[in-house]
Nanobody, 123 residues
Framework: QLQLVESGGGLVQPGGSLRLSCAAS????????IGWFRQAPGKEREEISC????????NYADSVKGRFTISRDNAKNTVYLQMNSLKPDDTARYYC????????????????WGQGTLVTVSS
């Protein structure tokens, strides 16, 4: 069974940092592009970052550029999202998804979503 499990969310103060993990089980991530998405209550889902299967290319939404960094460790079957300088507007549930083969068509050829992990940024 294909499964992605996100972890690392929690409550942080503005300006703080978190690292999210997206771990795969039942399949290997090494042939898939992986995207990070978020959705806040009352708002539409937003794609915030994506990384290609070999890690050679990454992209970011304007809202997180310069603050978030996506990376992957295929040996550990895990993708990470390092989030720095967090703002209250970053509060959302964060999801990872596997698809592709490229980031541009990740959702068009979606394989699986994770269940999400909640990030709350508040003082």
């Amino acid at each position: 069974q294909l499964q992605l499990v996100e972890s690392g969310g929690g409550l942080v103060q503005p300006g703080g940092s978190l690292r999210l993990s997206c771990a795969a089980s039942g399949f290997s991530l090494d042939t898939y592009a992986i995207g990070w998405f978020r959705q806040a209550p009352g708002k539409e889902r937003e794609e915030i970052s994506c990384i290609t299967s070999n890690g050679g290319s990454t992209n970011y939404a304007d809202s997180v550029k310069g603050r978030f960094t996506i990376s992957r460790d295929n040996a550990k079957n895990t993708v990470y999202l390092q989030m720095n300088s967090l703002k209250p507007d970053d509060t959302a549930r964060y999801y990872c998804a596997a698809g592709g083969p490229s980031c541009r068509v990740l959702l068009s050829y979606l394989q699986v979503w994770g269940q999400g992990t909640l990030v709350t940024v508040s003082s």
